[in-house]
T-cell receptor, first 113, second 116 residues
Framework: LAKTTQPISMDSYEGQEVNITCSHN???????ITWYQQFPSQGPRFIIQ???TKVTNEVASLFIPADRKSSTLSLPRVSLSDTAVYYC??????????????FGKGTKLSVIP | DGGITQSPKYLFRKEGQNVTLSCEQN?????MYWYRQDPGQGLRLIYY???????QKGDIAEGYSVSREKKESFPLTVTSAQKNPTAFYLC???????????????FGNGTRLTVT
């Protein structure tokens, strides 16, 4: 299973764009990159997923370079409500291997007024 | 609304007692998972099940047991053999198969277990 590395914490002011980078040097061909957000005392929730290049939805963008050894979650114009822990996961498409999904410690984002 | 229900939200037990945490989903998902989260830590996988009557150990299965008798239910028993059972427990599910992409995990809102 591909191991991921993220910064432990980040601070940002309200209204700024925040970029959180995740390293996954041993990502396999069949692996997808998925990001989750977790608020205190709640379960994580899905934010965005990608395989290569760039993906954008109403919440965030995900940038994946050609070598796929890293990915960057971009949150535009953060607000106080974006204060949370963000997890990067790398896992396989269904049928391609183990379903064990391993979470690292994530990045704790603190948005400052 | 479809989702995952974990109950109770808070649970208190005395040391030496077994306790069972409930997880029910009405998403018609095939796979279900149990994670443990300690303060300031990530999620660690305890057990997972891809199909009824089958389950596999995760990274930290010792001291825990599960059953999967119905597709929608995946209860977790924390036994007295678990040395540090106080933690936040999260249940999740995903559908199996798909035409592309990895189906994201859907999580419940967790059960906080305190053992004294």
């Amino acid at each position: 299973l591909a191991k991921t590395t993220q910064p432990i914490s980040m601070d940002s002011y309200e209204g700024q764009e925040v970029n959180i980078t995740c390293s996954h040097n041993n990502i396999a061909t069949n692996d997808y990159i998925t990001w989750y957000q977790q608020f205190p005392s709640q379960g994580p929730r899905f934010i965005i997923q990608g395989y290569k290049t760039k993906v954008t939805n109403e919440v965030a963008s995900l940038f994946i370079p050609a070598d796929r050894k890293s990915s960057t979650l971009s949150l535009p114009r953060v607000s106080l409500s974006d204060t949370a822990v963000y997890y990067c996961l790398v896992d396989k498409i269904p049928g391609a291997g183990s379903y064990q999904l391993t979470f690292g410690k994530g990045t704790k984002l603190s948005v400052i007024p | 609304d479809g989702g995952i229900t974990q109950s109770p939200k808070y649970l208190f037990r005395k040391e030496g007692q077994n306790v069972t945490l409930s997880c029910e989903q009405n998403l018609n998902h095939d796979a279900m998972y149990w994670y443990r989260q300690d303060p300031g830590q990530g999620l660690r996988l305890i057990y997972y099940s891809q199909i009824v009557n089958d389950f596999q150990k995760g990274d930290i299965a010792e001291g825990y047991s599960v059953s999967r008798e119905k597709k929608e239910s995946f209860p977790l028993t924390v036994t007295s053999a678990q040395k540090n059972p106080t933690a936040f427990y999260l249940c999740a599910s995903t559908p199996l198969a798909g035409t592309g992409g990895r189906s994201p995990l859907h999580f419940g809102n967790g059960t906080r277990l305190t053992v004294t």
